[in-house]
Each structure stands twice: as C-alpha cells, then as structure tokens.
C-alpha cells in the first residue's frame, strides 16, 4: 500500500471550473478575537477545524462520547452524545456517518463535528471536527478515557 493511499481528505475538493465558490456572506463565519468587537475579522468556520482521531472497540463509544461532552455547557451534552452513540450502534459496518453540532465552551460557541466509521471487526474510527482552543481538552477527554482503560 502506498502512502497516498493512506491519506484522508478533510476536505471537499476544489469546486470545478464552471462552479463557483458561494459568496462570502453565504459562508459561516466566525468572529476572530480582537480588541473591539466591530473590528473582529471574519474567517470561515472550515478553515479553523483540527481533526482529532481515535480508534477503539465500538463499545467505548458512548463513555467517550460522554467524556466530550462534559466539556460543553450546550450545544453537545450528555443527551447528545448518547443519541449519537445510539446511531453508532446501528451503524453499518464499512459506512460514515457525521453529526455536527454548534457546542458552547468556556461561554464560546464553536462548531464541532463528529464522523464514525465501524469496520466489520467492530473497531470504531471515531473523529472530531473542532476549533483549536477546543482540540487539546477534546483529545484530552478522548485520551483521558481510553488510557485510563488502557486502550
């Protein structure tokens, strides 16, 4: 296997000569931080995702679900991460799925999404979408319970 085939894309590819990129105000946007409010610039939300990944036993999926969530005052929270732990159970095996939320935390709100994929020896590949001052607690809550389990 080569190591192209090893790459994953995170995101769509380049729209075609004829199509055009939606304007700027269709994008989602995100206020940058600045020292006056009305001077923030504006950068889309894809832009500023980092990937956090895992893989594991299906099982695990709804107490690692549950770790991010505690992290979140809204937006994602333990009601959340169960259904989606529910639709991972019912997942079929060599499929996507993704969920996205907008979850508030540290009084912020930022976009995050989540993609699984179960193989057919129920190993979950489980990834989160988040902004950086989101990623590190994100991946400490993931790490924090598989270590602790010693996965």
Known sequence: ???AALLVPLAAP???????????SEQPERPLEAASPALA???????????????????????????VAKLMHAGFVRSDAERVARDIDVLPADQTRRWE?????KHQSYPLQIRAR?????MLDLD????????????????????????
Do not use: W
């Open 14 to 24: 380049l729209p075609a000569a004829e199509e055009t990129a939606p304007a700027a």
């Open 1 to 3: 296997m080569t190591i």
């Open 118 to 122: 179960l193989d057919d020896f129920g």
């Open 101 to 105: 939320f907008l979850a508030t935390y």
């Open 128 to 151: 989160f979408f988040c902004a950086p001052p989101v990623a590190g607690a994100v991946r400490g809550a993931v790490d924090g319970y598989l270590n602790s389990r010693g996965l």
């Open 41 to 67: 610039p504006t950068v889309p939300v894809e832009a500023a995702l980092v990937r956090v990944t895992s893989s594991f036993d299906v099982k695990h999926a709804g107490a690692v679900l549950r770790q």
